[in-house]
């Protein structure tokens, strides 16, 4: 990911103004974190707002990308930092951020973002989704052979993301979507009874985090209501502890009614980089198919995210812990403040979910509360988490 490494310098040169050749690169503000020494740079560049962030170690210091508010599009990231970095005239160090003239930006009508799903249309007779597709290979293929249906591809990897879109463009695809996201929460956007299948082929088993797994009680629920009747959820993996977790998860009590049908070393038509690997070394392949067996309820989708009439208050740093504080069914863990001045700030937190937390930034100043750089996802959980956190910010 895009980095340079500078020496020290004085960060008041950090203006609020257009920066670059084209004046294209805003700084909207500069933050600086009360627990250390870093600092973060709002940016706005084409239509995109998303933060830099200013490690300091003693010596040297590193600019780069914030994990949280990345955007997709790395040539955004590159030409930020070296807009910023050239009109401090800093001195680099060390830099990774070359911009290939050649290379344009992926700007692609394939590619969505979580925010467009309240809306959406799906222009085709039967939509299928695919959890972490990684290199793309099932996707792509799936896409080609059925050239009326709709293939949402969701993956967390954003280079993985970006080189599937690539590809989509090679193969001149028009019915396939990328949505570089959570797919556990991206589930929860989409309308009910919509999928014919939701692909999940070879998850990252998490042995040792057992809450980062895609398969859990909550997806299954979501999937069954994505699903239409005689849909299919189709696990498919190499390891024997996710297989019995999976059907632990399947049968589990809280499942009231379901169709399960299970395969071992089924061959498909089509093998996966992962499935390779695994064939090589003569592994089992178990393939789980889970069919949802009722038409479910509609999804709302109208939850307020805005803060009303919050705005900036000394009183807030008094009143918010850093201690993260559960709640029935949720959390929310406020991880660090910025101050940009004596009249605006910058909480980072961690909330919602369990097993599928939000990470955000709120910005707060004398007229206005917002999430930086975009509202969390319509669920109910993070609504209600939403309430509770304006709880702490009302004083
Ligand atoms: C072991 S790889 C398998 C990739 C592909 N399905 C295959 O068979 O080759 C697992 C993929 O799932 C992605 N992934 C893990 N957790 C995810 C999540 N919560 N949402 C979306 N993608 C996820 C990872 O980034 C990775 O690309």
């Not at 974190?33 to 003693?58: T, V």
């Not at 980089?273 to 109208?302: C, F, G, M, N, P």
């Amino acid at each position: 990911m895009p980095h340079i490494t500078v020496n020290p310098f004085d960060t008041e040169s950090i203006k609020k103004i257009k920066y670059g050749e084209d004046r294209s690169t805003e700084v909207l503000f500069k933050a600086n974190d009360i627990f250390s020494k870093d600092e973060l740079i709002g940016i706005k560049r084409e239509n995109e707002s998303f933060l830099l962030h200013l490690k300091k170690s003693p010596d040297t210091w590193l600019l780069k990308y914030d994990k949280v508010t990345r955007p997709l599009k790395v040539n955004l990231l590159k030409q930020a930092i070296a807009d910023v970095s050239s009109e401090i005239e800093v001195e680099v160090l060390q830099s990774n951020i070359a911009i290939h003239p050649t290379k344009a930006p992926l700007a692609s009508e394939y590619e969505k973002n979580i925010e467009d799903f309240v809306d959406i249309e799906f222009p085709f007779e039967s939509v299928a989704i695919e959890v972490g597709f990684g290199s793309g290979k099932h996707l792509l293929y799936q896409a080609q052979k059925n050239p009326d249906r709709l293939f949402i591809g969701i993956e967390i990897h954003t280079p993985s993301a970006a080189q599937v879109l690539k590809q989509i463009q090679l193969l001149g695809l028009v019915n396939v979507w990328v949505v570089n996201y959570d797919a556990r929460l991206l589930l929860e956007m989409i309308p009910s009874n919509l999928c014919h299948q939701i692909f999940v082929h070879f998850p990252v088993p998490w042995d040792k985090k057992p809450h980062r797994r895609v398969i859990s009680p909550s997806f299954l629920e979501e999937s069954m209501r994505v699903l239409e009747v005689n849909g299919r959820l189709e696990l498919r993996t190499d390891s024997h502890k996710y297989f019995w977790y999976s059907m632990e998860t399947f049968l589990g009590e809280s499942v009231a009614k379901t169709a399960v049908e299970i395969r071992k070393n089924e061959a498909l038509e089509i093998t996966s980089k992962y499935e390779a690997r695994w064939l090589r070394q003569e592994k089992d392949i178990y393939d789980v198919y889970v069919t949802s067996t009722e038409e479910s309820e509609a999804r709302v989708l109208d939850f307020d995210f805005s803060f009303k009439d919050i705005i900036y208050k000394k009183e807030i740093l008094d009143k918010i812990s850093y201690k993260p504080e559960l709640f029935e069914g949720f959390f929310v863990h406020f991880e660090r403040l910025f101050k940009i001045d004596d009249d605006a700030i910058l909480i980072k937190l961690a909330f919602g979910s369990f097993d599928r937390p939000e990470h955000k930034y709120i910005y707060l100043d004398k007229s206005k509360t917002y999430y930086f750089n975009s509202n969390p996802v319509k669920t109910l959980t993070n609504y209600k988490t939403h309430l509770k956190i304006m709880e702490y910010l009302n004083v």
